[in-house]
Nanobody, 119 residues
Framework: QVQLVESGGGLVQAGGSLRLSCAAS????????MGWHRQVPGKERELVAS???????YYANSVAGRFTISRDNVKNTLYLQMNSLKPEDTAIYYC?????????????WGQGTQVTVSS
């Protein structure tokens, strides 16, 4: 069973940057799709960005051009570089792994890391 552990969240001012990391307990060569989701209390969890083992990527419109997802299959780590952060990016960010496609079918989740962007 794959285990995912996120790190790198914190408090940052608007316009600042953060890099989230997600360490996988197994070789990421065996994981087809990995993604970052976020959730605000009272709202549904939303997919922010995802990346396949073949290199295909997806970004939500709200983060395109500001966030970059990358995966290091040697270090078994997924990253999310977040630049030009806005207060509306405040959420708990979850790393997830799946086998269906870039957008859906994520069935292994990390515990989440809090990102807070102050105005």
């Amino acid at each position: 069973q794959v285990q995912l552990v996120e790190s790198g969240g914190g408090l940052v001012q608007a316009g600042g940057s953060l890099r989230l990391s997600c360490a996988a307990s197994v070789s990421m060569f065996s994981i087809n799709f990995m993604g970052w989701h976020r959730q605000v209390p009272g709202k549904e969890r939303e997919l922010v960005a995802s990346k396949s083992d073949a290199g295909s990527t997806y970004y939500a419109n709200s983060v395109a051009g500001r966030f970059t997802i990358s995966r290091d299959n040697v270090k078994n780590t997924l990253y999310l570089q977040m630049n030009s952060l806005k207060p509306e990016d405040t959420a708990i960010y979850y790393c997830a792994a799946g086998r269906v496609d870039l957008l859906r079918g994520y069935d292994v989740w990390g515990q989440g890391t809090q990102v807070t962007v102050s105005s």
